[in-house]
Protein backbone atom coordinates (compact mmCIF):
# COMPACT_ATOMS: atom_id res chain seq x y z
CA UNK A 1 0.00 0.00 0.00
CA UNK A 2 1.53 3.54 -1.17
CA UNK A 3 0.93 6.61 0.79
CA UNK A 4 -1.66 9.09 -0.54
CA UNK A 5 -0.57 12.41 -1.41
CA UNK A 6 -1.65 15.24 -2.97
CA UNK A 7 1.24 17.50 -4.96
CA UNK A 8 1.65 20.92 -3.98
CA UNK A 9 0.66 21.91 -7.08
CA UNK A 10 -2.56 20.39 -6.71
CA UNK A 11 -3.65 21.90 -3.85
CA UNK A 12 -4.66 25.04 -4.54
CA UNK A 13 -5.13 27.71 -1.99
CA UNK A 14 -7.69 27.36 0.13
CA UNK A 15 -7.60 29.22 3.80
CA UNK A 16 -7.07 25.79 5.30
CA UNK A 17 -3.60 25.25 2.93
CA UNK A 18 -2.29 28.86 3.54
CA UNK A 19 -2.85 27.90 7.51
CA UNK A 20 -1.15 24.42 7.29
CA UNK A 21 2.10 25.81 5.59
CA UNK A 22 1.78 28.53 7.86
CA UNK A 23 2.01 26.03 10.79
CA UNK A 24 4.94 23.90 9.30
CA UNK A 25 6.64 27.47 8.45
CA UNK A 26 6.54 28.08 12.25
CA UNK A 27 7.37 24.98 13.02
CA UNK A 28 10.63 25.06 11.26
CA UNK A 29 11.52 29.01 12.19
CA UNK A 30 11.16 27.24 16.12
CA UNK A 31 13.23 24.50 15.40
CA UNK A 32 16.12 26.74 13.38
CA UNK A 33 15.92 29.46 16.55
CA UNK A 34 16.30 27.05 19.08
CA UNK A 35 18.75 25.33 17.59
CA UNK A 36 20.68 28.84 16.37
CA UNK A 37 19.91 30.07 19.70
CA UNK A 38 21.77 26.89 21.51
CA UNK A 39 24.51 27.70 19.49
CA UNK A 40 24.85 31.09 19.67
CA UNK A 41 25.21 30.86 23.19
CA UNK A 42 27.54 28.35 23.11
CA UNK A 43 29.63 30.24 21.25
CA UNK A 44 29.62 33.42 23.13
CA UNK A 45 29.61 31.36 26.12
CA UNK A 46 33.21 30.56 25.42
CA UNK A 47 34.38 33.76 23.79
CA UNK A 48 33.06 36.09 26.87
CA UNK A 49 33.51 33.40 29.55
CA UNK A 50 29.73 33.95 30.86
CA UNK A 51 27.80 30.68 31.80
CA UNK A 52 25.92 28.93 29.00
CA UNK A 53 22.53 28.84 31.03
CA UNK A 54 23.07 32.41 32.67
CA UNK A 55 23.35 33.69 28.87
CA UNK A 56 19.75 31.91 28.25
CA UNK A 57 18.50 32.85 31.57
CA UNK A 58 19.20 36.13 30.33
CA UNK A 59 17.96 36.50 27.24
CA UNK A 60 14.22 34.96 28.33
CA UNK A 61 13.77 36.66 31.38
CA UNK A 62 16.00 40.52 30.53
CA UNK A 63 14.52 41.55 33.47
CA UNK A 64 15.38 39.00 36.26
CA UNK A 65 18.86 38.40 35.59
CA UNK A 66 22.39 41.10 35.21
CA UNK A 67 23.23 40.91 31.21
CA UNK A 68 26.31 38.53 30.94
CA UNK A 69 27.50 39.50 27.26
CA UNK A 70 27.94 43.04 28.01
CA UNK A 71 28.47 44.09 24.49
CA UNK A 72 26.12 45.85 22.72
CA UNK A 73 25.86 43.68 19.52
CA UNK A 74 25.66 40.61 21.06
CA UNK A 75 22.70 41.63 23.23
CA UNK A 76 20.74 42.99 20.35
CA UNK A 77 20.75 39.62 18.36
CA UNK A 78 20.42 37.86 21.31
CA UNK A 79 17.39 40.05 21.96
CA UNK A 80 16.32 39.82 18.74
CA UNK A 81 16.32 36.08 18.39
CA UNK A 82 14.21 35.83 21.71
CA UNK A 83 11.60 38.52 20.40
CA UNK A 84 11.43 36.07 17.07
CA UNK A 85 10.84 32.79 18.88
CA UNK A 86 8.43 34.85 21.14
CA UNK A 87 6.29 36.37 17.77
CA UNK A 88 6.73 32.57 15.76
CA UNK A 89 5.35 30.62 19.01
CA UNK A 90 2.67 32.55 19.61
CA UNK A 91 1.74 32.76 15.61
CA UNK A 92 1.84 28.75 15.85
CA UNK A 93 -0.22 28.87 18.96
CA UNK A 94 -3.19 30.94 17.63
CA UNK A 95 -3.70 28.97 15.40
CA UNK A 96 -3.08 25.50 17.32
CA UNK A 97 -5.91 26.70 19.90
CA UNK A 98 -8.06 27.97 17.55
CA UNK A 99 -7.99 24.27 15.54
CA UNK A 100 -8.60 22.21 18.71
CA UNK A 101 -11.48 25.44 20.04
CA UNK A 102 -12.72 24.65 16.41
CA UNK A 103 -13.18 21.30 16.96
CA UNK A 104 -14.92 21.04 20.31
CA UNK A 105 -17.36 24.12 19.82
CA UNK A 106 -19.71 24.03 16.86
CA UNK A 107 -21.73 27.42 17.36
CA UNK A 108 -20.75 29.62 14.55
CA UNK A 109 -21.09 32.65 16.98
CA UNK A 110 -18.78 31.12 19.72
CA UNK A 111 -16.44 30.65 16.94
CA UNK A 112 -15.99 33.89 15.73
CA UNK A 113 -15.98 35.20 19.40
CA UNK A 114 -13.35 33.05 20.43
CA UNK A 115 -10.99 33.52 17.06
CA UNK A 116 -11.35 37.19 17.71
CA UNK A 117 -10.64 37.11 21.91
CA UNK A 118 -8.12 34.67 21.17
CA UNK A 119 -6.09 36.66 18.26
CA UNK A 120 -6.49 40.23 19.97
CA UNK A 121 -5.03 38.38 23.21
CA UNK A 122 -1.69 37.13 20.97
CA UNK A 123 -1.32 40.60 19.46
CA UNK A 124 -1.76 41.98 22.73
CA UNK A 125 0.79 39.42 24.69
CA UNK A 126 3.03 39.71 21.43
CA UNK A 127 3.14 43.71 21.87
CA UNK A 128 3.88 42.99 25.78
CA UNK A 129 7.19 40.78 25.52
CA UNK A 130 8.57 42.36 22.33
CA UNK A 131 8.25 45.98 24.55
CA UNK A 132 9.49 44.42 27.90
CA UNK A 133 12.24 42.16 26.58
CA UNK A 134 13.49 45.34 23.90
CA UNK A 135 13.67 47.73 27.11
CA UNK A 136 15.02 45.64 29.48
CA UNK B 1 -19.70 25.15 9.03
CA UNK B 2 -20.15 23.54 11.98
CA UNK B 3 -19.50 19.75 12.52
CA UNK B 4 -22.47 17.38 13.13
CA UNK B 5 -20.62 14.51 14.88
CA UNK B 6 -22.04 14.86 18.06
CA UNK B 7 -19.73 12.19 19.63
CA UNK B 8 -19.98 12.68 23.11
CA UNK B 9 -16.69 13.01 25.47
CA UNK B 10 -17.03 9.63 26.97
CA UNK B 11 -17.12 8.09 23.77
CA UNK B 12 -14.01 10.15 22.50
CA UNK B 13 -11.77 8.85 25.15
CA UNK B 14 -12.79 5.40 24.96
CA UNK B 15 -12.08 5.62 20.91
CA UNK B 16 -9.40 2.89 20.16
CA UNK B 17 -7.44 4.65 17.98
CA UNK B 18 -3.89 3.40 19.20
CA UNK B 19 -0.95 4.53 19.32
CA UNK B 20 -1.29 7.29 16.74
CA UNK B 21 -4.48 8.83 18.51
CA UNK B 22 -2.70 8.72 21.58
CA UNK B 23 -0.03 10.59 19.97
CA UNK B 24 -2.65 12.55 18.51
CA UNK B 25 -4.71 13.43 21.83
CA UNK B 26 -1.38 14.43 23.89
CA UNK B 27 -0.10 16.55 21.21
CA UNK B 28 -3.46 18.65 21.60
CA UNK B 29 -2.61 18.84 25.42
CA UNK B 30 0.90 19.28 24.94
CA UNK B 31 0.12 22.57 22.62
CA UNK B 32 -2.50 23.62 25.38
CA UNK B 33 0.20 23.68 27.90
CA UNK B 34 2.60 25.33 25.79
CA UNK B 35 -0.40 27.92 25.62
CA UNK B 36 -0.19 28.21 29.22
CA UNK B 37 3.27 28.75 30.03
CA UNK B 38 3.70 31.43 27.42
CA UNK B 39 0.44 33.04 28.99
CA UNK B 40 2.65 32.85 32.24
CA UNK B 41 6.04 33.75 30.49
CA UNK B 42 4.67 36.72 29.30
CA UNK B 43 2.90 37.84 32.92
CA UNK B 44 6.20 37.36 34.87
CA UNK B 45 8.01 39.10 32.15
CA UNK B 46 5.41 41.62 32.84
CA UNK B 47 6.61 41.49 36.57
CA UNK B 48 4.16 39.66 38.20
CA UNK B 49 5.51 38.05 41.56
CA UNK B 50 2.92 35.48 41.49
CA UNK B 51 3.85 34.40 38.17
CA UNK B 52 7.57 34.31 38.81
CA UNK B 53 6.55 32.17 41.46
CA UNK B 54 4.41 29.74 38.92
CA UNK B 55 7.85 30.07 36.75
CA UNK B 56 9.75 28.53 39.42
CA UNK B 57 7.40 26.14 40.74
CA UNK B 58 8.59 22.66 40.48
CA UNK B 59 5.25 21.34 40.26
CA UNK B 60 4.32 23.47 37.01
CA UNK B 61 7.74 22.87 35.68
CA UNK B 62 7.36 19.00 35.69
CA UNK B 63 3.94 19.78 34.20
CA UNK B 64 5.25 21.71 31.41
CA UNK B 65 8.34 19.29 30.53
CA UNK B 66 6.14 16.20 30.60
CA UNK B 67 3.77 17.50 28.33
CA UNK B 68 5.65 20.46 26.57
CA UNK B 69 8.62 18.34 25.11
CA UNK B 70 6.47 15.85 23.84
CA UNK B 71 4.50 18.38 22.16
CA UNK B 72 7.83 18.97 20.67
CA UNK B 73 9.04 15.43 19.86
CA UNK B 74 5.44 14.60 17.98
CA UNK B 75 5.60 17.98 16.18
CA UNK B 76 8.86 17.28 14.90
CA UNK B 77 7.65 13.69 13.89
CA UNK B 78 4.72 14.89 12.21
CA UNK B 79 6.80 17.72 10.14
CA UNK B 80 9.14 14.70 9.01
CA UNK B 81 6.29 12.55 7.82
CA UNK B 82 4.87 15.60 5.93
CA UNK B 83 8.04 16.12 4.22
CA UNK B 84 8.55 12.66 3.77
CA UNK B 85 5.19 11.31 3.00
CA UNK B 86 6.87 7.86 2.09
CA UNK B 87 7.36 6.99 5.72
CA UNK B 88 4.05 6.69 6.68
CA UNK B 89 4.14 2.76 5.96
CA UNK B 90 6.35 3.06 8.79
CA UNK B 91 4.26 5.30 11.42
CA UNK B 92 3.96 2.66 13.68
CA UNK B 93 7.43 1.99 14.25
CA UNK B 94 8.16 5.51 13.76
CA UNK B 95 6.03 6.33 16.63
CA UNK B 96 7.76 3.75 18.78
CA UNK B 97 10.79 5.54 18.23
CA UNK B 98 9.19 8.77 19.27
CA UNK B 99 8.88 7.17 22.70
CA UNK B 100 11.88 6.38 22.74
CA UNK B 101 13.54 9.79 22.41
CA UNK B 102 10.80 11.28 24.15
CA UNK B 103 11.57 9.07 27.49
CA UNK B 104 15.11 9.76 27.15
CA UNK B 105 14.99 13.50 26.78
CA UNK B 106 12.11 13.72 28.96
CA UNK B 107 13.94 11.56 31.33
CA UNK B 108 17.18 13.93 31.95
CA UNK B 109 15.32 16.87 31.75
CA UNK B 110 13.29 15.66 34.89
CA UNK B 111 16.40 14.18 36.19
CA UNK B 112 18.02 17.66 35.78
CA UNK B 113 15.14 19.20 37.40
CA UNK B 114 14.48 17.11 40.35
CA UNK B 115 18.25 17.51 41.35
CA UNK B 116 18.23 20.80 41.17
CA UNK B 117 14.93 21.51 43.34
CA UNK B 118 15.30 18.36 45.88
CA UNK B 119 19.04 17.81 45.37
CA UNK B 120 20.23 20.14 48.18
Redesign the interface.
Known sequence: ???R?LPIKKRGFSFEVFMWAFT?FT??AM?GLILAGIFGALIVSSKTGAGFGDILYWA??P??AENPLGQIGMTVLAKLMVISLTLV??GH?VH??LE?WD?YV???GA?RWARNIVITYAVA?SI??VY??LSA | M???RNISLPAGIMYKGGPAFLTYMLH?VG??T??IF??V??L????LGSM?ALMNNWLFLTFILIFGLFHVIN??RI?IL?LW??L??HYRSIIQVEWIVYAAVAGCALFLLFTRTFGG
Open positions: MTPTRVFYFFTLACGGVIDTNERAIAVI | GSNRGALFFTYVSLLGRGLSDPKML
